[in-house]
């Protein structure tokens, strides 16, 4: 079963591309077992939107499913600049879900 940890994380939207809300964030694992750059979640052009939230009427929490956590564009080529995730979005804990570093990708230290 996966470990529950609360963390607080700003959830920016986007006025671009498919429009929705957008998470980046990196965590300790960032550099070593997935992208340096840090990964995101939300997507709605992917429509993942929907799943990666778990809402609970009248709570002002959300849980959020890293297992949707995508690696940017940026992890795949050089030709694209992604945005980075804030200083507040860098999570102490380990995050191993979602998409790992891109066997093709060199792993920024």
Known sequence: MAQRSSSTLAVLS???YAGGLFVPF???TSGRETYGGGRY???TAKDT???VLEVTPGSPEVVIDF???YNASCA???RWACPLAPPENYLKVPVRAGELTYKHTQVET
């Open 26 to 28: 990196r965590d300790s």
């Open 49 to 51: 939107d929907g799943l």
């Open 76 to 78: 795949y080529s050089p």
């Open 67 to 69: 297992n949707y956590g």
């Open 14 to 16: 986007l006025v671009q």
């Open 41 to 43: 979640l939300f997507d």
